[in-house]
């Protein structure tokens, strides 16, 4: 399968320029389904409507708003949004590095991989000192009318970007003031800290698959041939005596499975 | 950026994220059960853009049927799969809820992996887990032990009719839950014929490692990842807020979900838990 490049454009470092192009590198394979009328089961369609009156306003005469207090709108005109919009650009902005992994989990979105385009060796040469250096590139563009920051990083020898969330965007656990660890007995903590390691594997995703979403699947064609569902039942889950005794009976399975392999 | 796109009717204002959690249940790590409750840990922006009316009262979305076009409400509308050309299958709510039943109520943590080797490509979007109900002791021994060995728990579960496999992260004390991309939405670059040619530009890998070490910061910073767009609106609006005329004041019925303070709740349910420790 090749897919299509989605956009295309220019990495810029410093004076240098590697040119490339983008691609998606996550796809969707959920189930889909539509919204129907319960009673005829037909389409559900959508419009828009004034709040006060009901009536139905066309798409193309909305106007656009923003809401600066809870029931206060201000009015934004079209020459105002467009004055907003940024600058179009096929420029990706190298501006600054950080090692790899110094970025934690929460700042990452969406990621594309990017293709050589026209500069096999410029390529080659970003491709190179990223990996040898350890470093990802902190970058900005313009994509779509839409302001991108991203990391700029190689997976597989292959260069990638991906999108960064913005700073106010993100609740940091910094924000929020740590918890106490005092009153926690060693005794527990040990046997805690055992207990992971007894269940430490290397990170492996194609050991998990999305059940629910084949049990969806499964759920459809059942229904669609006419067949009848049958509602299972939660069962409710039975509560250990205290935190340590949990630990140590958990400890103790763990490792019996451990140990026969 | 939520991957099931078909659109959302609001149904009672209950499913939406109170000061109670989007999801509340239990993490549980061999037979120790911690009860807990998931926040979002993204916020919105502070200035959101709105449809309106030409006299500036907002817009609503109305559902109507393609075929009658009469106005549907909540209780009209069910979820249809079409499984052949115009034939659908309808999957109600309590179908949805009983095929995962247990995975609903439990994140199980059946295994541990390096935080560092989950591939940021993976990384979906990030929660927190508050401890809820009972004592906080086994929500701060967990993350505590889990922050320093560096280690993710990893688990699926199941949140609004949708399956999740997540990542529970520990960082300064706190669990958070980073939602992972299941393999099958991950590409790799040959999947999607990316080719590349062996070979460099020795002139320019020189130039380039050189300005890597010298562009090189331990990390980022608020300025640097700013949201301009953000920026640019908020000054444009308050620039016209003191113009009379482009002002218009509407409340509006629906709430809109409240803005959770995630410091406030942390604040409030550790202390719960340790009044109840010295009681």
Redesign the interface.
Known sequence: ???RAIWKGVIR??R?EVPVQL??????????????????????????????T?KE?PRD????????D???????DEK?LA????AASRTIN??????D???????????Y?L??DGD???????????Q??H?E??ARWVMRK??Y?G?L?V????L?L?T????????R?????????K??KPA??KM??Q???A?????D??Q??????M??RT???K??RGGK?S?????P?P??PS?EQ??K???A??RGKGSHG | ?A?????K?KKAPAAEAGPRGMWSG?L??????VPVALFP???R??????????D?????????????N?T?GP??????????DG?????ED???E??????S??IN???????????????DR?Y?LAPSGGS???????????E??G??G?A?F?MRE??Y?V?I?A????L?A?T??????????E????????????L??K???K???S????????R???????R??MH??ER??KDRN???????EEE?GKIID??AV??ER?AKA?RR?AA
């Open positions: 399968m090749t897919a470092l410093g240098h691609y998606a590198a996550t796809v969707d394979p959920a189930v889909h389904f539509r919204l129907l009328h319960r009673k005829d089961k037909q389409p559900v369609r959508q419009r828009l409507v004034h709040s006060e009901g306003v005469s909305a106007r656009k708003g923003a809401e600066i809870r029931g206060v709108f201000v009015r934004l105002e004055e907003l919009e940024p190298v501006e600054r590095f950080v090692a992994e110094a970025l934690d989990h929460e700042w990452y979105d969406r990621s991989y293709g050589p096999d060796k410029a390529y080659g040469s970003l491709v190179k000192v990223l040898e250096e470093k590139g902190i839409k302001d920051i990391s990083t997976r597989q020898g292959v990638a991906v960064l969330r913005f700073w106010d965007e993100v609740v656990p910094a924000e929020i003031e740590s918890p106490p660890s009153d926690l527990e903590v805690a800290r207990l992971i390691v269940l430490a594997r290397p990170f995703p194609t998990f698959r999305d059940e629910f979403n049990k969806i759920l459809i064609q229904k669609a569902i509602l299972k039942k939660i069962r889950k509560q250990p935190l949990a630990l009976a958990s400890l399975a763990a | 950026m991957r099931r796109k078909e659109p009717v239990t549980s790590f061999g037979l120790v059960s840990a993204l916020r922006r502070p200035v959101q853009l709105r449809m309106l009316a030409e500036g009262i907002p817009l609503k979305r109305e559902y109507l049927c393609s075929a009658d009469k549907l209780d009209d509308i069910v979820r249809g799969y079409e499984y052949a034939k659908y299958v309808i999957v309590r179908e949805l009983a095929l995962e039943a247990e995975k109520n439990d943590l059946l295994q541990f992996a390096r935080v560092q080797d989950i591939d940021s490509f993976y990384f990030p927190y906080s002791k086994a929500y701060r021994l967990l993350a505590r032990v889990m320093e060995e280690k993710a990893i699926t199941v949708r399956e496999l990542a992260i960082a300064q004390g706190l958070m980073e992972l991309r299941f393999a099958d939405e991950v590409r790799q670059p999947d999607i014929g990316v080719t590349t040619r062996p070979g460099e530009n020795p320019l890998s130039a380039l490692k300005l890597v070490s562009l090189t910061k331990p990390t980022v910073d608020a640097e990842m700013e949201d301009r767009f953000a640019r609106l444009l609006v016209k807020k482009a002002a218009v004041r509407f409340a509006e809109q995630l410091v942390f604040k550790m340790s420790r």
